[in-house]
């Protein structure tokens, strides 16, 4: 039931996923994949609070299931408690030392707390750990610029898009530390890009529209607010 699950999770058929995740816990009830299963497929459902007990029993079950603690964390992130999120991050990090993704999840909750210098740190462990995590580098990008040191800023964000080039959160990030630089011109097929690869990004076709304005492409810079 466990592993038709995940294939059922793997293919998008969420609800159908979890019935099987359900009926594998049924038979095991200390079934710790299942669990931890049943919990990502929640949470894709948008209930946290049912992931988030479901990660605690698997937890509970296995002290040491360090992507637990990690998913765990995110949940608690998006339900905008921080602190606990921090905790359980950490507690990934301690399992599990060169976890690529509980660093990078650690700097951002450290970012929404304010904690930018924290956050750099723990973004540059995550590539420590991971060389080619693109989301990393964008993240680091994020801090940076919040430090105002754009320079750097944009290297990170350039890193992220040579990674991953359909990015686009990255080119939006990267047109934005352009124009704090002054280089509108170089901002703008970014913030295309963005729009190309996202094209329902309401923030690139709103600094899009900003961008063109400032070159005096008016009517081209309408259609984008519109």
């Known amino acids: 039931y466990n592993n038709l699950g995940a294939v059922l999770f793997a293919d998008q058929k969420t609800e159908e996923a979890i019935s099987h995740y359900k009926m594998a816990i049924k038979i095991k009830p200390d079934y710790t994949d299942a669990h931890y299963n049943l919990g990502n497929a929640l949470r894709r ?11 605690k029993m698997a937890i509970k079950v296995k002290p040491d299931y360090a992507d637990a603690y990690n998913n765990l964390g995110a949940v608690l992130f998006a339900d905008r408690k921080n602190e606990e999120a921090i905790s359980h991050y950490k507690m990934a990090i301690k399992i599990k030392p060169d976890f690529a ?19 750099i740190s723990h973004y540059k462990m995550a590539i420590k750990a991971n060389p080619d995590f693109a989301e990393a580098y964008n993240n680091l990008g994020n801090a940076l610029s919040a430090e105002g040191k ?3 800023a ?4 350039k890193m992220a898009i040579g990674l991953k080039p359909d990015y686009a959160e990255a080119h939006y990030n990267l047109g934005i530390a352009l124009v704090a630089e002054g280089k509108n011109e170089e ?4 913030y295309k890009m963005a729009i190309k690869l996202n094209p329902d990004f309401a923030l690139a076709h709103n600094n899009l529209g900003i961008a063109l304005f400032a070159k005096q492409k008016n009517e081209e810079a309408i259609s984008h607010y519109k």
């Open 101 to 119: 993704e509980a660093y990078s999840n650690l700097g951002n909750a450290l970012s929404a707390e304010g904690k930018i210098e924290e956050a």
């Open 150 to 152: 754009i320079e750097e």
């Open 187 to 190: 901002a703008i097929p970014h």
């Open 45 to 55: 459902e948008g209930k946290n609070s049912e992931a988030i007990s479901h990660y």
């Open 154 to 157: 944009i290297s990170h964000y």
